[in-house]
């Protein structure tokens, strides 16, 4: 059989992964991904650098979350495995996916996500162990006293951080953990411990993979305002507190022609509290269907983002969610947008590949 047809026939076996928590764990892995070979993807025009290339000249990394599913595709494998020195599981290791049924684990998706990477040179960011999104039902809906939640959350921490020991760069410990206004979030973990789960659940980490760099995750603090002093003033009290904290993560899910021009100051910020700083999750959204000049503008907000940490000292990198149009949460989440990644559904570049380019290729602070 052609290498291709074979390709054709393994990805039409893949399963969407798309609010993948309900998959049964049998069907998301019917095939070893890591055993395909790569298919090839039309490659920058005129330009051999690839976006991880410009990002590690200046010590950095570039990054995308990658569904798991679609690497049985030879175009998207080929990409991921080309253009990316990072990579980070879509959903491949939310606790929902690694054990769906009590002390029933499913490590295979993350395992293929790990071999991956591995085979590639790629650091691996983990995302994400305490989160109140994609839960186990038999944890939201068990009925826990608060005492038997705090155990079953540090259970989880130790063992998928010391399943991955020497194999994760940097771990998303805590997502999202604060509400718009700047007050926590009500999730169940505040619940049953309070704001203290956060420092819990790092301590956790800390203690199941000395190794690894522990970050505190979250959205809408790209710009200054009460959510992003909230997250500020966390993050001092926990270094007050000598709680193991190594980074902050911005996710920047922004909408196109809309990234806040204070990023910069904002990771400045961050960073003058002796912790690294990464662009976790970045995609900007457009609202459909997308113009040449929507693209254009989209690149120049590409290029702001990736400049904004090329520019900060302690930023480490950027991650894309997702590299492509065609694989992407925003059509699915955000009704009327899309085109949000720097490929499209043919994994051509879009404009933002060579702005995103010659933003690492500017000299730095
Ligand atoms: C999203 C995934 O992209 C989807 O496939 C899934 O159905 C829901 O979660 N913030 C996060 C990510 O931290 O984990 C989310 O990922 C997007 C928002």
Not at 159 to 166: L, P, Y
Not at 194 to 202: C, K, N, Q
């Amino acid at each position: 059989m052609r290498k291709s047809a074979l390709i054709g026939m393994l990805a039409a076996m893949a399963v969407p992964i798309v609010g993948s928590s309900a998959c049964a764990p049998e069907a998301t892995t019917a095939i070893d991904v890591n055993a395909l070979a790569e298919g090839s993807y039309p490659a920058p025009a005129g330009n051999e650098l690839t976006i991880g290339a410009a990002a590690a000249a200046t010590g950095r990394y570039f990054g995308a979350a990658i569904d798991v599913n679609a690497l049985a595709e030879g175009p998207y494998r080929a990409l991921a495995g080309n253009e990316l020195t990072a990579v980070t599981p879509e959903n491949a290791m939310k606790w929902g996916e690694v054990e769906p049924q009590r002390g029933v684990f499913d490590w295979r998706p993350a395992d293929e996500l790990v071999g991956f990477a591995k085979a590639h040179g790629q650091k691996i960011r983990g995302h994400t162990l305490v989160w109140h999104g994609q839960l186990p039902s038999w944890f939201v809906d068990g009925n826990f006293a608060p005492n038997e939640v705090k155990a079953l959350m540090l259970a989880h921490v130790s063992t998928e951080v010391g399943r991955f020991k020497g194999s994760i760069y940097a771990w998303d410990v805590v997502n999202e953990p604060l509400a718009d206004n700047g007050g926590w979030r009500d999730n169940i973990f505040l619940k049953a411990m309070g704001p203290d789960y956060v420092s819990l659940a790092l301590n956790a980490a800390h203690k199941a993979d000395p190794g690894a760099k522990l970050y505190v995750n979250e959205y809408g603090v790209e710009t200054s305002g009460p959510k992003m002093e909230a997250l500020y003033d966390l993050v001092a009290s926990l270094k007050r507190d000598g709680v193991p904290i190594d980074g902050v993560g911005l996710q920047c899910h922004l909408v196109s022609g809309a990234a806040p021009g204070d990023l910069p100051d904002v990771m400045r910020r961050f960073a003058s509290l002796g912790v690294d700083v990464a662009v976790t999750e970045l995609d900007l959204r457009i609202r459909s269907p997308a113009t040449e000049r929507d693209l254009q503008t989209q690149a120049a907000d590409y290029a702001r983002v990736v400049s904004a940490c090329r520019m900060t000292k302690r930023c480490v990198g950027a991650t894309a969610w997702g590299i492509t149009d065609g694989h992407s949460w925003i059509p699915g989440f955000f009704q009327g947008y899309g085109a949000a990644l720097p490929f499209d559904e043919g994994y051509r570049p879009k404009p933002a590949v060579a702005a995103i380019l010659k933003a690492f290729a500017a000299p730095g602070p």
